[in-house]
């Protein structure tokens, strides 16, 4: 228990500031204002591997690290469609993960926003469209903000993510500690 | 029968060190999978060629004391089914209904449901015999996998998945269980099937590392490796020394990365998040560090024909070698953290247990393997440059719990740690790439690397022009995934996660 202390306190807090919103990473804007009134700043989001190489899951994982802190912004992952506000999603949407994907956006209630991230959930990536691939997430559902990289960097995810949430006028503030 | 000595009778093949081949008739196929199984051999892969014009066959890729070895079974008849395996190498079940999946070739063994395709496309359009092909779109739905049920007073299924609960790839698990004990499960895998090997065929052979390397994002060096490796083979390239022993590097520092990764996910799924938070800031720590030297955080581009992407820079590989030092500190003080948390040890400890025994029985390979006594790492018993020079001190434990595949990993987070410096203080001078131009037609390499997970294999076969007829990427999830299925047997539901986490497979690098 000491050596845990110890520990905790050897590292301090580490957490670094989040980055600003991207514009040009947003796809579609028609529900911004409708979602933030009701959400305030707490979102939850319900991430959804539909059918990637698990590169972009790697990173997505590093936004709970203590480093990114996605917690400390109000934003946490969720085990149930149910409950989220906003679909995170990798692609490309393979042909058996295609129904899969379509049932967890209509399990989640509206508003809803979805965020695709990388490459292949982009624009289908190497993968591309095949007799197994149905390529870019949008192809399936509606997407509003869409992330590139292969991986995307952490950094850019949470900016994406961040993109949906803000208002496009409204600067991200994690107050200064 | 009496037993052949194969091994003398087959002829060197390109890729990897130490592998032969041998082309055997239909009768010496279940004859020699039968007398190598005996001797102690374990199969790696088994897979079909089918791409017209060339004859079709059947290949296995077997390792043995003295080496790999590669079988071919030309088919006359690829509508005959091939002899099965399976009652030699149970392993060979799943790869065996994958093949006759994708590439319509089916197995005599009695398990013929289909395993990677999930009826979205029809059951006779097989994407690998013409892999130019196209397929209509596929009215799917009626898609019905028939598990086995288990039947009996209080019995009663879980089905899990596709979407899984966590930030996790897609897969289907089903439980039988009486309480919370589990006295089955049942895995259905081929969720992210989305085509690898039919795009293979599509790209350039001195372009295709790019799709090997996203085979499966977390072993995105090994698979690039694996495939340069067969591709420099078959084009005769000899890797600059310096190329050999940045690739190793890189190698080393996804399997750190790994490792840090699952013993922080492992101590959470124990109740200890504390673990999570100090094993991410240093998987972090080292990605970042990583990012500096190589320009990316993972090495999804790092690895390409004839060397490496970038050379290291002397101030760069310091800072390296003094990150991976600070980290390998840390790691020895967690562990003596983790060591002494009473509910950590309680939740570790005899979880998921597969017995050597089993674990021989059943080909469990790589990391898990060595956590339950089966002591094989490619980069020792069959190493290629610079691992001849550089060597492995082979990890292992023999309980086979969870406990033991997380004791593996510190191990092996410090033995990789020692090997990084070794590398970067003896980094050789020269080239870090060499030219490769396209291989000749009709050729096959085989690459096998040993992963943070396992050994990994890449069989390519050239056709002209730069062009790629077959090439099959192989994930030691493929023999892991079926051991998961025992080692949950009377253990309670909520361990599921904890004991999946210690083996952490694959579905991208399974499902293809």
């Known amino acids: 228990m000491l050596k845990t202390l110890r520990q905790i306190a050897r590292v301090g807090i580490v957490t670094e500031p989040p980055p600003p919103a991207d514009e040009s990473l947003r796809l579609r804007a028609a529900l911004q204002t409708r979602i933030l009134a009701m959400l305030g700043r707490a979102l939850c989001i319900r991430e959804v591997d539909a059918g990637s190489c698990n590169g972009c899951e790697l990173e997505i994982h590093a936004l709970n690290n203590p480093l990114y802190n996605l917690e400390g912004l109000g934003v946490r992952f969720v085990a149930s469609p149910r409950h989220a506000d906003l679909l995170l999603v990798t692609g490309p949407v393979s042909k058996h993960m295609e129904v899969a994907l379509r049932r967890t956006y209509e399990a989640t209630p509206d508003p809803k926003l979805v965020v695709a991230v990388g490459d292949c959930g982009c624009t289908g990536g190497i993968f591309g469209e095949s007799y197994a691939s149905r390529g870019r997430v949008s192809n399936v559902i509606p997407v509003d903000v869409a992330v590139p990289g292969c991986p995307p960097r952490p950094i850019q995810i949470l900016s994406g993510i961040l993109t949906a949430l803000e208002r496009s006028t409204r600067s991200t503030g994690r107050a200064a500690p | ?512």
């Open chain 2, 1 to 512: 029968m009496a037993p052949r000595n194969w091994w003398a009778e087959s002829l060197e093949q390109p890729g990897a060190p130490g592998l032969r081949a041998l082309t055997v008739s239909r009768e010496d196929w279940s004859h020699a999978a039968e007398q190598l199984a005996a001797g102690g051999a374990r199969l790696m892969a088994i897979w079909a060629t089918r791409t017209e014009p060339a004859p079709p066959a059947v290949r296995a890729v077997f390792l043995i004391d003295s080496g790999a070895l590669l079988l071919s079974l030309p088919l006359a008849d690829p509508a005959a089914p091939c002899p099965g395996l399976e009652a030699d190498f149970p392993c060979a079940s799943r790869m065996q209904r994958a093949m006759a999946d994708l590439s319509g070739v089916r197995s005599t063994d009695p398990d013929a449901r289909a395993w990677l395709r999930h009826n979205a496309w029809p059951p006779d359009f097989h994407p690998l015999i013409h892999p130019a092909a196209r397929v209509a779109d596929h009215e799917a739905g009626g898609d019905v996998y028939p598990f086995v049920r288990v039947e009996g007073e209080g019995v009663h299924e879980i089905p899990v998945g596709p979407v899984h609960a966590g930030i996790i790839e897609p897969g289907h698990f089903r439980f039988s269980v009486v309480g919370e004990k589990v006295l089955r499960l049942e895995e259905r895998l081929g969720y992210v099937h989305k085509g690898i090997e039919q795009r293979f065929t599509e790209l350039n052979v001195l372009d295709a590392h790019r799709l090997a390397a996203r085979v499966s994002g977390d072993s995105a060096v090994a698979f690039s490796w694996a495939y340069c490796q067969a591709l420099e083979g078959i084009a005769g390239v000899a890797l600059p020394p310096r190329a050999a022993w940045l690739r190793a590097l890189c190698l080393e520092l996804e399997r750190v990365a790994n490792h840090l990764g699952d013993l922080g996910a492992l101590g959470n799924d124990a109740g200890f998040a504390f673990g999570l938070a100090q094993f991410s800031r240093l998987k972090e720590l080292l990605l970042r560090t990583g990012d500096e030297a190589f320009g990316e955080r993972y090495l999804m581009n790092a690895i390409v024909p004839g060397g490496t992407r970038t050379d290291l820079e002397r101030a760069d590989a310091l800072q390296l070698r003094s990150t991976v030092q600070a980290i390998a500190a840390e790691v020895a003080r967690l562990r003596t953290v983790y060591d002494e948390h009473e509910g950590v040890r309680d939740r570790f400890t005899g979880a998921g247990a597969v017995p050597a025994e089993l674990a021989n029985k059943l080909g469990l390979t790589g990391l898990a393997g060595r956590a339950s006594g089966q002591a094989f790492d490619l980069r020792c018993d069959l190493p290629c440059a610079p691992y001849t020079e550089v060597e492995v001190a082979k990890v292992g434990r023999n309980t086979g719990d969870v406990a033991a595949r997380v004791a593996v990993r510190f191990d092996e987070v410090q033995e990789s740690a020692r090997l990084i410096e070794r590398l970067i203080a003896d980094l050789p001078a020269g080239s870090h790439c060499e030219s490769v131009s396209p291989p000749p037609a009709e050729m096959l390499g085989i690459g096998l690397i040993e992963g943070w997970r396992g050994p990994v294999l890449v069989a390519l076969e050239t056709g002209p022009a730069g062009s790629i007829t077959r090439c099959h990427p192989h994930d030691p999830s493929w023999q892991n995934w079926p051991v998961l299925e025992h080692a949950i047997i009377g253990n309670i539901v909520p361990d599921f996660p904890l004991i999946n986490k210690s083996f952490n497979l694959s579905y991208s690098g399974h499902d293809l």
